[in-house]
């Protein structure tokens, strides 16, 4: 009876090396993907204005920063980023942004919106704003993906947007925030009205409050406010995951994560009232 043996033969030095690279290009290329080309350009816009005029500005995938000038003019840098399979793709999708600055029922209007889909973008496109102001500009601030930082305006603001810090330095007025992702930072050069509220970040405040009430709700984050030694206000905070400590002598209710009461003169403590809220962080009120 004969038999039969099946025997697997060793594949040659040549052999192996093609199957090495054919494997080496299967993995490379599974693995890459194609980073699309993007085009920026910057835009400079000016605007004669009545004084007094407010600014309102909505942007998108884009910071917007604010700073003061001496003109009596309103005026912007915009920069556009755009993105395609290509450089000319790129560039057309970036022209596609159309930016306008201009007098709209009396409010100085800076718009930037991209026009094939509006309230449907996607990737890195996006618009930032560099705004310059009269320093008394009421402001009306709205971008998405995006920091927002203003400095040295007296006008009070309004300041939305999302997976960005909000930093207000030297501001005074009438101030609301909110965002998500980012924390806020408000430093006053005068009193101020606050209504700040963040998710995912926390909020310090450094400055004195107007009569009325000022509300900071955060999560995630700690909360820090200095207020000057002398200031009269009630108090109402809570927080969870957190601990709340004060320089100030409250009288009231106090346990590790609540305090309610009043700090100051009695009299006068009673014109400002602050609600404070945040969770998985402290509070901390201080003396400046």
Do not use: W
Not at 59 to 88: C, H, L, M, Y
Not at 157 to 182: E, H, R
């Amino acid at each position: 009876m004969s038999r039969r043996r099946d025997v697997m033969r060793r594949p040659t030095a040549a052999l192996m090396g093609l199957i090495v690279s054919v494997a080496i290009a299967a993995v490379v290329g599974g693995c890459s993907t194609a980073q699309p080309a993007r085009s920026r350009d910057t835009i400079d816009l000016t605007l004669a204005v009545p004084s007094g005029t407010p600014a309102r500005v909505e942007t998108f995938n884009g910071g917007i920063e604010v700073s003061t000038t001496s003109s009596p003019e309103i005026s912007a840098s915009v920069v556009r980023t755009g993105e395609g399979s290509d450089e000319q793709a790129a560039a057309a999708d970036r022209d596609a942004i159309e930016v306008t600055l201009e007098l709209v029922d009396g409010v100085a209007f800076l718009h930037a919106v991209y026009t094939p889909s509006p309230d449907s973008i996607s990737g890195g496109r996006g618009a930032a704003v560099e705004l310059r102001v009269p320093s008394t500009t009421s402001l009306e601030l709205a971008t998405s993906n995006g920091p927002i930082t203003v400095h040295d305006t007296t006008g009070g603001l309004t300041a939305q947007t999302s997976n960005g810090p909000v930093d207000l330095a030297g501001v005074s007025g009438a101030l609301t925030v909110a965002t998500s992702n980012g924390p806020v930072k408000v430093s006053s050069s005068a009193p101020v009205a606050l209504d700040l509220h963040t998710s995912n970040g926390g909020i310090t405040f450094d400055g004195s409050l107007q009569q009325g009430q000022a509300t900071i709700e955060a999560s995630n984050g700690p909360v820090e406010l200095r207020l000057p030694a002398e200031a009269a206000f009630t108090i109402d905070a809570s927080t969870s995951n957190g601990k709340i400590t004060s320089e100030f002598q409250v009288e009231g209710t106090a346990s590790d994560d609540a305090l309610e009461g009043t700090a100051g003169s009695p009299e006068d403590a009673t014109t400002t009232e602050i609600t404070v809220r945040t969770s998985n962080g402290p509070i901390t009120l201080k003396q400046n």
